[in-house]
Structures are given as C-alpha cells and as structure tokens.
C-alpha cells in the first residue's frame, strides 16, 4: 500500500523545502516558461551529503531559489555530495551542471540520454530533427517556422554534456538508511530513468509519471523512432512494480503511481483508437489526423495552438501512427517525401 500523502501548500510552486517523508524534501524551483511554472527537485539525506533527484534550469534565480531553500535544512550549495538526473531536457539537468562546474557535485544520468547529450548542435537551427520528421509529417509550413526559430546567446551558452557517470537499469545507488533503484523508463526521452525508495514507498517519478500533465513523447535532439512504444512499455513495467507514493518532477505528490498510470495508459489508448478512426476516415498524413483531433484539456483545434505545442502535438500523433504501423493496422508509403498511412487489408 502506498504511504498516506504528507501535507503539502496548496500552491505546489511554493518556494521552499517542503518534506514528503523521511529525510526527503521536494523543492519546486521556477522555470522561465510560459507553459511550465516550476519544476520539482527532491533533496534526500545522506551521511556523505545531500543528494538531489534532478537539478532545474540553469541560471542565477535557480541557484538562488535552490541555495534558499537549503538553508532552513542547514544545507548550502557546496554540501551536495551527488545530482542524480532522470533525463537531459534542460529543466532537469543544466542547473546540475552549473554546480558541477562550481561545486564539484557529482552528476549522474541515463546512458541513454548519450545520444542526445553528443548530438546537441545549436549552431544551425534549434530543432533540425524535428523539423524533418515534421515534413514527413507533411506539415512543412511548421517546420520552415521552427527552422526560423532563433536560437539565443543564453541558449548557446547553456551548460551541456556528458555526465560524471552513467546510469544503468537495475543500478543500485546506496545512501545512508535506503536504497535507490535506478528503472529505466525510455518514452519521454530515450534515456529517461526513474528512482525507485521500495522500503520507503516512494517513487522519483521524473518527466515520466506526471499527475495533471501528459509527458510529450521522443522531444530530444537524438529521438527513438517509436517513442510511443517505449513509453507504454516504460509504463507497464512501473505499474508492475509495488504502489508507491509519486513524486514528479512538475506538479503534486500523489498518492499512488498506479493510479495515474493505468490514466496515461487509458489517454493513449483512446488516442490509438482516435488515430486509426481519423486515418479509416481518410486522413492520411500525421498532420491531417493531428487537425481532424481535440487538442488540451479545453479541446482546441490544432491551429489555435502556439508553434511549440504544434510541433509536439503533430510529433506525437507521428508517434501513435508508427505504433499503428507496428501492430499491422496500418501500412505507409511516401508521396514526395511525406508519408502517408492507409488502413491494412
Ligand atoms: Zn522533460
């Protein structure tokens, strides 16, 4: 049985180190996102130091907001003994590396994060994969938009690279009175991994189990080529695993990971279903289909939606079309480079 929920502030961006069990405190650090207000790192004792589970954004308020929050623990900046990060989107792991840089806090992630971590090149457009899947999508207005995207000096300048070490599925990460068991979750990104605290009944859920948002799927530099299939997979193997409290790294703590994921696994199912009818109904390219559907919880239409989330959303019916392709339900051939999907049989 998952733990009872510890009090937490109604607002869960409160600043601050709030504890939601023994020697862990979840610390929501602010993102310079309009769609993101903060994001959630958690703190957990250890004889050598604390360890954080993710790090936020690097830059000077999140190193402030960070330092403030460990001060009431006692804690500075320059106590960290370990960051463990559960992928390598931004929000989660540059603030790590900027202490790195400063600190000498050692900082581990996902192997397979590698090739995302080495495929980064900000020299020429922000999101070149992106933006030829989103051809392929057939929605090249889009992606000649995203081409244009600038990419700024502070983006440039962002801290990235590989980590201290790599995290493996099944590592052990001992601290004093637990155990973290590294489970790798590839979907949201390929290398995304979550920490399991069995005995205490806590789950370091990451980008991968979120209680109000849906993780987008394979927004990397380097993506899989079924990120949906990986995300269900990553899914069923953390609903197999006992109940525990969830701990994500956006929003509240809930009360049982099972819960919410048997929801995300119910969302994409009906999603699947959706895809196949709009493709049966004659909708043959991935933006098409993303047109023909609601979009967000409000039911907007695809081009109400700012570039940003139509890139991901158009990426992501892509990626239930490639799981359709990979059941047999769906075949696909390409028409001047843009692929388009028809009902098998
Ligand atoms: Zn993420």
Redesign the pocket.
């Given at each position: 049985m998952p733990k009872p929920l510890p009090d937490q502030p109604d607002d869960w961006t409160e600043p601050g180190a709030h504890a939601v069990g023994d020697g862990v405190h979840r610390i929501p650090l602010p993102l310079p996102l309009d769609s993101l207000a903060a994001v959630n790192v958690y703190l957990v004792e250890d004889a050598r130091g604390p360890v954080l589970i993710d790090s936020g954004w690097a830059r000077p308020q999140t190193e402030k907001a960070l330092s403030e929050a460990l001060r009431p623990l006692g804690y500075g900046l320059g106590d960290l003994s370990q960051i463990l990060v559960t992928?390598a989107?931004w929000?989660?792991y540059t603030q790590a590396l900027a202490l790195r840089e400063s600190m000498g806090a050692r900082v581990r992630i996902g192997r397979g994060e590698r090739h995302s971590i080495e495929g980064l090149d900000l020299t020429r457009t922000p999101h070149p994969r992106q933006s030829a899947a989103l051809r392929a999508c057939g929605a090249g207005d889009l992606a000649d938009r995203v081409d244009a995207w600038p990419v700024t000096p502070e983006e440039r300048a962002m801290p990235f690279g590989p980590p201290d070490a790599w995290l493996d599925d099944g590592d052990e990460v001992p601290l004093t009175g637990r155990h973290l068991t590294v489970v790798a979750t590839p979907g949201?990104?390929r290398g995304h991994v979550v920490f399991g605290d069995a005995a205490a009944g806590l789950l370091f859920s990451g980008?991968h189990v979120l209680p109000h948002i849906t993780p987008s799927l394979g927004f990397e530099c380097v993506p899989e080529k079924s990120p949906l299939r990986s995300f269900q997979q990553s899914l069923r193997l953390v609903r197999e695993l006992p109940d525990a409290l969830l701990l994500p790294a956006h929003g509240r703590v809930a009360a049982s990971v099972h819960t919410r994921v048997d929801q995300l696994l119910a969302h994409h199912e009906e999603r699947l279903d959706a895809v196949h009818r709009e493709v049966r109904a004659g909708a043959p390219t991935a933006h098409q289909v993303a047109r023909a559907l609601p979009w967000t919880r409000r039911l907007r239409r695809l081009d109400e939606l700012p570039d940003q989330h139509r890139m991901l959303a158009v990426l992501e019916i892509d990626a239930h079309l490639e799981v359709l392709t990979e059941v047999g339900v769906l075949t696909w051939a390409h028409v001047e480079g843009v692929r388009h999907f028809a009902v098998r049989g």
């Open positions: 992928h989107h929000d989660h949201h990104t980008d």
